[in-house]
């Protein structure tokens, strides 16, 4: 599956983005999905993950309540918005798929995941 990222950009601290995730194939209601960012001069960090139905679904401490993750199984695609955005947001968000997952099951580490997008940059100003 090819996975592409978009919807990131420039946006003032407070602000929304919206990221989408557009996969190939069809096989896509079968991967667990999860969003992962790195910052400039640090590892990369989980994010967001669901599971393959959409039912379960988890964060990373820092963005809970702020982020919230969604997928449309019949569209292929997997959703990142982002209110209330920090400067400490700021980095390059990726989408990942991990193949063969169980139902309702959600990964939290990148060596999970089989499938990645390019990556978009989000800045978020002070």
């Known amino acids: 599956v090819q996975l592409q990222a978009s919807g990131g950009g420039l946006v003032q601290a407070g602000g929304s983005l919206r990221l989408s995730c557009a996969a190939s194939?069809?096989?896509?209601?079968?991967?667990?999905m999860g969003w992962f960012r790195q910052a400039p001069g640090k590892d990369r960090e989980f994010v967001s993950a669901?599971?393959?139905?959409?039912?379960?679904?988890d964060y990373t401490d820092s963005v809970k309540g702020r982020f919230t993750i969604s997928r449309d199984n019949a569209k292929n695609t997997v959703v990142l918005q982002m209110n209330s955005l920090k400067p400490e947001d700021t980095g390059v968000y990726y989408c990942?798929?991990?193949?063969?997952?169980?139902?309702?099951?959600?990964?939290?580490?990148?060596?999970?995941?089989?499938?990645w997008g390019q990556g978009t940059l989000v800045t978020v100003s002070s």
């Open positions: 990942a798929g991990a193949s063969g997952a169980v139902s309702g099951v959600y990964y939290t580490t990148d060596n999970r995941y089989t499938y």
């Open positions: 669901i599971s393959r139905g959409g039912v379960r679904r």
């Open positions: 194939g069809r096989t896509f209601s079968s991967y667990a």
